[in-house]
């Protein structure tokens, strides 16, 4: 408490003062003068003091703030297409960065002051004589050996993984049954440590964080003595050890200490944009920002900001299509959140113009601003380049393979060499004036060969032939079939589209294999045509004349399977009858045998009378 009302007494002063000496040495424009000069028709604001001023949701499209003083302007939900911040200064005013650089030395003293109290009483409580304090004095010194390397978020992990474990090691003693005297000793000494341990890892956390605060607001020497102040701990805590007279409490604070300039170490390395610790880079970021310029969902569109100090800066516009930032400092300490300067690489390029041999693969690069940009062997592939304008930019030998160029500007650029695989341009995209000599349609060679598919074929395109040739190309609707074509459906759908677009001259320009199945059909339509409509609509009725075709063939294949059943049914009764007849057949055949047997039977009935009457008659005689 005692320290907040010194610095309240040292910040209180110089508040003053600041305030005296912006107004003597350059008076403030209010935001109303500016805005009823705009409303008149004047756009040149240059060279002016805004610093606190508010242009919330106002429209200050097209003015220009060249060289101006924006520090801690509001210009939140603006309308700022076009304007200009040229070498404008941005960001915190002053006496509010002298505040968070100062309470950012308090929160580093009061956590020392801190932990100094916690190892002195540690001192006091350990037996110097027990073997187990020198053992997880050891255990932290080594934690501290591999963590060097790894992040803060590591850190926490593994610090409770380790005060865990001490817990779980008192608690097995406890269940072998270990003398009371022993684990009482163990217990007393784990929960000590367990303390210092948490405080070590906190305060780990809290000083990157300070250092990286005080890095984003000050230069180098608000840095030194951040540094210099923790290095003042650290002595601090050697002396607090040596009256203690505890070795193996030395051992431990020895760590604690470490792990103070190891938490500098990792606050300097989030300054410096290391992944690892990004998203304490992230929160610095946020907390020095406030209060400084703000473009919070301001539409940029146009804007120009060549040579702006963006440092401590909120940049999170609703609209970036266009935005100059071209040599401007401290953009990297800038709130930018999810927008395209939220990657490293791509903020890089935008400030340098300079991505010679570098990798974008996938990058977000929609609507932005790289006239004249280097980009000669770049690897763009996959990359959204939509909106975005490179007029003069050299992309000789980029990879613009699937690039996404709806919209994009390539006046007069250079893309000799380059490779355009399947890239998404249309009739937005400017390719007026490029300079080319040749391209290749492949990023790699096709199967077992060299053959990339270089147009031309040989020579070199003579001046205005590639703008030519692609404007020959963005007269075409291009379906790709990876799969047998259906002729018969392509053909109703084809005919059903030029039916239903009477006044739009379709022509199919050619049918072309790829190879490995692939079919490419190219319909000629007007260079205005809503060609993405025009390729839905075919690709939709082509799939439903499929449809149509299945549904007619079923209908077919069903008529086909009751004719068959019929056939089977009256097979199955010319069975039956064939049945009924051998029935009827054998039935005679029994008949007649029973008759033969009767015949039989009666025929030797009358033989046999014959012959009586025979022997009778010879009796007789």
Not at 51 to 65: M, T, V
Not at 373 to 393: I, R
Not at 500 to 510: C, M
Request: glycine share 6%.
């Amino acid at each position: 408490m005692a320290i907040s009302k010194f610095y309240v007494k040292l910040i209180y002063p110089f508040i003053v003062l600041t305030y005296i000496r912006s107004y003597i040495e350059n008076e403030k424009m209010k935001a109303s003068e500016i805005l009823k000069r705009y409303a008149e028709g004047e756009r040149n604001f240059q060279k002016v003091n805004l610093r606190g001023q508010s242009f919330k949701g106002e429209n200050l499209s097209g003015a220009d703030f060249s060289k101006s003083d924006i520090r801690g302007v509001n210009f939140s939900e603006a309308i700022l297409r076009g304007t200009r911040f040229s070498k404008a200064k941005a960001g915190l005013k002053n006496y509010l960065t002298i505040m968070f650089i100062l309470l950012s030395w308090e929160i580093i003293l009061i956590l020392g002051m801190g932990l100094l109290k916690s190892i002195f009483l540690v001192a006091l409580v350990l037996d110097s004589g027990r073997i187990n304090n020198f053992i997880i004095s050891i255990i932290f010194l080594l934690m501290f050996v591999v963590l060097l390397r790894s992040s803060i978020l590591k850190i926490l992990i593994i610090g409770f993984g380790t005060i865990t474990t001490a817990m779980i090691v008192v608690g097995i003693m406890l269940i072998a049954g270990a003398g009371s005297e022993i684990v009482i000793s163990m217990v007393h000494e784990t929960v000590m440590l367990t303390v210092i341990a948490a405080m070590t890892i906190a305060g780990t956390a809290v000083t990157a964080m300070a250092i990286a605060v005080v890095g984003i607001l000050g230069e180098i020497i608000p840095v030194a003595i951040t540094i210099g102040m923790v290095l003042a701990i650290v002595g601090a805590g050697v002396v607090v050890v040596g009256r203690a007279g505890v070795f193996e409490v030395t051992v431990v604070v020895a760590v604690v200490e470490v792990f103070l300039i190891f938490g500098t170490y990792i606050g300097w390395r989030a300054i410096k944009g290391d992944l690892k610790d990004n998203w304490i880079r992230t929160f610095a970021v946020a907390i020095a920002s406030l209060g400084g310029t703000s473009f919070y969902n301001a539409d940029l569109t146009d804007a120009d900001f060549t040579g702006a100090t963006l440092k401590n800066t909120d940049l999170r516009a609703k609209n970036f299509t266009r935005v100059c930032w071209k040599d401007t400092i401290k953009l990297d300490f800038a709130r930018v959140g999810k927008t395209l300067l939220a990657q490293s690489e791509v903020r890089e390029l935008l400030v340098t113009g300079n991505g010679y041999n570098k990798s974008y693969i996938h990058a977000n690069l929609r609507g932005a601003y790289l006239v004249g940009a280097n980009l000669n062997k770049a690897n763009l592939k996959y990359a959204d380049l939509s909106e975005a304008t490179l007029a003069g930019a050299n992309l000789n030998k980029a990879n613009l393979r699937e690039v996404n160029a709806i919209g994009t500007d390539f006046t007069h650029s250079y893309m000799t060499g380059a490779c355009i695989e399947a890239w998404n341009i249309d009739r937005t995209t400017k390719l007026k004036g490029v300079d080319c000599q040749f391209i290749y349609l492949l990023e790699y060679p096709q199967h077992y060969s060299d053959d990339r598919e270089r147009r031309p074929s040989s020579g070199n395109f003579q001046p205005g032939e590639f703008t030519k040739l692609f404007e020959h190309i963005l007269d075409t609707v291009d379906l790709i079939f990876r799969e047998a074509i259906d002729w018969k459906a392509f053909v109703a759908a084809y005919k059903k589209i030029k039916v239903e677009n009477e006044d739009t001259l379709l022509e199919i320009q050619s049918i072309e294999d790829k190879r490995d199945g692939v079919i490419v059909v190219k319909v000629k339509v007007p260079l205005d045509t809503d060609k993405e409509k025009i390729h839905q609509d075919l690709i939709e009725n082509y799939q439903l004349a499929i449809q149509a075709i299945e549904e007619k063939y079923k209908t077919l294949l069903e008529a086909e399977k009751e004719q068959i059943e019929a056939k089977k049914e009256q097979i199955e009764a010319k069975k039956e009858q064939i049945e009924a007849y051998k029935e009827r057949i054998e039935l005679s055949r029994s008949q007649i045998k029973t008759l033969q047997e009767v015949i039989e039977n009666l025929t030797g009935f009358q033989l046999l009378n014959k012959s009586s009457q025979m022997s009778n008659e010879d009796d007789e005689s």
